[in-house]
């Protein structure tokens, strides 16, 4: 089975909801990946919790777990 641009199947974009700022953010990343946050412009890492409140993925900043 192949998924290329001609078997049908389209990248599906997923809600990111960020945790610092509360603002979702529509992005074709994957989970585990990082985005750019559309509100506060912090760099996210996309988490698999997805809220089923906000309708969408929860992001957090990447750097959280260096942060002290």
């Keep these: ?7 049908g199947f389209t990248q599906r974009t997923r809600q990111v909801f960020c945790a610092h700022c509360h603002t979702v953010t529509t992005t074709a990343a994957a989970i585990d990946s990082e985005l750019r946050c559309g509100g506060c412009r912090a760099t996210l890492t996309v988490y698999h919790h ?5 309708h969408a ?6 750097d959280s777990e260096d942060l002290t």
């Design 50 to 54: 997805f809220s089923r409140r906000h």
């Design 1 to 7: 089975m192949s998924l290329d641009g001609d078997s």
């Design 57 to 62: 993925y929860l992001g957090y900043r990447a």
